[in-house]
Every structure is written in C-alpha cells, then in structure tokens.
C-alpha cells in the first residue's frame, strides 16, 4: 500500500452517490474501502484500518495473500470459465485436495454459501428418497432456532429471524425447527421422514453462539441412531476460523455432509462446496443439479491455493494460539463495558453493556479508532480477524476496544 489513494470523489460523497441507485438491503458504517492487504485497509481518504471482521471469514487468509493472488493472476492468463459441459484441466485437482483435507470422497462444487446450503438440502433430500425410503415429497430437514444459512426463498423460509422473513413468503414446507443445543428437543422432531439434521457447529450470525460440550457429538450419535444425516453448515466456521480445518473436529465429529463457502474462494471469487461420502453425494446423476460458475477453472486453482494454504496447518495453529490472546484479552475486559463473550479460535462474540450503546453504535466508534467490527445484534459484535492478524495486532485491538468501552 504505497500508492496514495487515487484522486476522485471523497467518501462522503461516495455514499451519498450510492444511495439513489444502490438497493438499500445493508446499512454498511460510512467507511469507503479502496485498498487493502493482509489485515489492514484504506479507506478512500488514506485512511487505515484493522480489518476484524474479515469479511465475515471470507477473508481468513487476509486481504490478497500473495500466494492466492498468485494463483488468480496465473490462472487469468490461462483459462478462466468452460462451464460444465466440459472438463477442465484445475477441477480434478481441487477436488482431490478438498476431499482429502476434510476427510471425505466427493465434492460438489458452487459459487455463494447460499447455494451451497440449497445444493445440500437437495443432496439429503434425494438421497431421503432414494436411500432411506422416504415417500416421495414428504421429507423433512431438522434445523435450529436462530441459524443462519443465507438469502434464498427457501432458506429465509427456515430463519427465525423475522426480518429475513417476513415478506418473503410463501415458503418451502419440509423443514422442522428446534432451539440449538437441545439434543432431547432434535430427537423429538426427527422422525421416518426425516432426511437430515442442518445446523451450524457454532452460530455466526447469532453471536457467535457456541454450544454445550458434547452436542454435536450428540447429533452425530442422534443423527447415525435415527438414520438421517448430519449435515454441517461450516461456511463461516470451516477453513482454520476455531483453530481446527473444521469447528466440528472441537468435539472429533465427522458429519455425512459438510457444506463450506466464504474463505474457500480466498477472498477473491466466490467458491462453496458441498462435501460428503460417496453413499450420499453419489445420489446425484447429470442433469439433475448444476451451476454455470460452479467448479469454474479460476475458483478451482483459487480454491485449491486455499486448501493449499490449510494443508500445512498453520493457518488453524495460529487461530488456535492467537485465540488465547484474544480471550484472555476479552476476559480483562468484562466489568469494563463488557458483560460476556463466547470465543473459539479466532473467532468471539462480545456483548457489550447496552448501556454504553449498541452493538452498531460500538462499531461505528471503533470505526473512528482505526478498527473495523460488525455488530451481530442488539449489543453484540463479532470480532473475526484475518488469521494472518498478529499478536501486536489484536493486542492493539483489544486496547481500543477497552479504550472505546471505557471513554463514554
Ligand atoms: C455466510 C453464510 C452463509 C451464506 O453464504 P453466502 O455466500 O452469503 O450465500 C451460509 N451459512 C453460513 C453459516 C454463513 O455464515
């Protein structure tokens, strides 16, 4: 980041010129971004920033790590879309690394998490049908209160979120809704119809909401006696985020399906994936699901410099380590603005008194310091760092985050 900022209009103006012709579905903190590396970005005036949201994990890798962009610049100069009527020559490789990463056999491969999400739903319904015998459109998907799976009709459809819902309607029937981290309430609501169990090892958007040690031992065990599958959505919580490749190796638990997105594309191109044993994937057959983008040549060489960058662990060593600055940092601070945090890896949910002011307003003050977060909900932030974030660094952070606490 030498380059001054290039000359043009002024941020202020930026957001004002968006406002008429942008849809208004973010209220984004008045930062405009016009560069960025590792940790850090700069804003259009030159101003720098520590990026603790990271793109809400997307950006696990920090912002253009060399090697990634290496990978991208290579494969631009190459080949970049053949869609799947064809082969192409980077698709093989990366799905041979990405199953061999997450410990499985087969790789779907898409673009957003969302799709993901809907390409696992038709994964486990299929396999509902043609698998375990369910009669024709009558299986069902147990899913958690407060979750988060994206945007489409049918997953706002399982939101319990009403301002992801409503207005949306209708909805796609076949899903079953329990409070997370209730295994007695999950084997009330699965049933011979029920095709899979989808919830999130930790809940992002929730507020980083870790559950009780031992539940998703417990789906697993619940979801192999009952005979539907394990489906786990690690598409904020995969990919080094807690210290582990996956959140579900916490408690050493292999799901049948795992669907992943975000940090997968490298910050860079959007990449998903749905991955799962052959038994489950295999229900596939062509023509029935597809994407245009999926598996594209720049996602796979940008998806597989990813897994690359996994395969040697240091990326979920240092959530790991870094994790234990970050809470020691978090639990200094409680009684000090802070009333509770949750935190794995790399990874916290911070609930701040409400008396000192939302979790937006927090934001927006630590926006002036130099830091950025995103507030989850009421008086909640997300701190999620670039993994490659150094211990001086979020120690810094952590000082502002006190200070801003503390001042007002
Ligand atoms: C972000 C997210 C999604 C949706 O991903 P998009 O790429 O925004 O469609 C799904 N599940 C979880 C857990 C997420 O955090």
Redesign the pocket.
Known sequence: MTAPARAGRGSEELIRAEEPVLAHNYHPLPVVVARAEGAWVEDVEGRRYLDMLAG?SALNFGHRHPALIDAAHRQLDRLTLTSRAFHNDRLAGFAERLAALTGTDMVLPMN????A?ESGIKVARKWAYDVKGVPADRATIVVAADN????TTTIVGFSTDETARSGFGPFTPGFRIVPYNDLAAMEAAVDETTAAVLI?PIQ??AGVLIPDDGYLAGVRELTRRRGCLFVA?E???GLGRTGHTLAVEHESVVPDVV?L??ALGGGIV?V?AVVGRREVLGVLRPGEHGSTFGGNPLAAAVGTAVVELLETGEFQRRAAELGGVLREGLASLVGKGVVGFRARGLWAGVDVDPALGTGREVSERLMREGILVKDTHGSTIRLAPPLTVTADELAGALGTLEKVLTSS
């Not at 957003?112 to 799709?115: H, L, S």
């Open positions: 809400y957003t998490g969302a799709e999400v988060f799976h994206g945007r999130e992002g958007e959505d598409i904020q919580s669907l997105g975000k959007p998903s």
